[in-house]
């Protein structure tokens, strides 16, 4: 199956300040890439779709200027929390597709303090 | 409108019994169905996909039956081991693949 990676794992900020996540296609180009929050024991809420060259594409409720999304080359996409607050604690998981199949990153856990 | 509906919510079996979850869709132009699994603190792994054209998916414990008239799908995990504890998504998605609709999940533990 396809590799896709995301730095950091895990990150803790502290509140006001802005957090990059990186989303890498390891072995594939994925032209478009998918932006996931997830909160404890709950499903997958889709932020965003990530469009190579282009801009993002944001689901209804999710603020464009708060979660800032690149995605600047064929593997790779970042999303920038901006002025963190608590409440944007969460598991953050990237996703791209490649022959019709969703693959998943290993996720970051941002804790805001 | 939740586009993809899963049951149950959490599920506990037996270790050696068979765990199945259901999932259920209304838009008729979807055309594939993949299954995730994910444990703590990971991201989903893609576990098995069917798509419309077939009634059933088989690869080792894990199986997909897929009833097309009357829009469901589900998974059967076989011979359920503990290391199968985790949550499990189904998703729904068109011809596209741009999209793709997640059910809510079910939790299965499996007890030795």
């Known amino acids: 199956g396809a590799v896709v990676s995301q730095h950091p794992s895990r990150v803790i900020c502290k509140s006001g300040t802005s957090v990059k996540i990186e989303c890498r296609s390891l072995d594939f180009q994925a032209t478009t890439m998918f932006w996931y929050r997830q909160f404890p024991k709950k499903s997958l809420m889709l932020m965003a779709t990530?469009?190579?060259?282009?801009?993002?594409?944001?689901e209804q409720g999710v603020e464009k200027d708060k979660f800032l999304i690149n995605h600047a080359s064929l593997t790779l996409s970042t999303l920038t929390v901006t002025s963190a607050h608590p409440e944007d604690s969460s598991f953050y998981i990237c996703s791209a597709t490649r022959n019709y199949e969703q693959y998943f990153g290993p996720g970051t856990r941002l804790t805001v303090t | 409108q939740q586009q993809v509906k899963q049951s149950p919510q959490s599920l506990i079996v037996q270790k050696g019994g068979i765990s199945i979850i259901n999932c259920a869709y209304e838009n008729t132009a979807f055309d594939y169905f993949p299954w995730y699994q994910q444990f703590p603190g990971k991201g989903p792994a893609l576990l098995i996909a069917?798509?419309?054209?077939?009634s059933e998916k088989k690869e080792g414990r894990f199986t997909i039956s897929f009833n097309k008239s009357a829009k469901q799908f589900s998974l059967h995990i076989m011979d359920s081991q503990p290391g199968d504890s985790a949550t499990y998504f189904c998703a729904a998605a068109g011809s596209t693949g741009n999209q793709f609709y997640f059910g809510t999940g079910t939790s299965l533990t499996v007890i030795p």
């Open positions: 069917i798509r419309p054209d077939v």
């Open positions: 990530s469009n190579e060259g282009s801009k993002a594409t944001y």
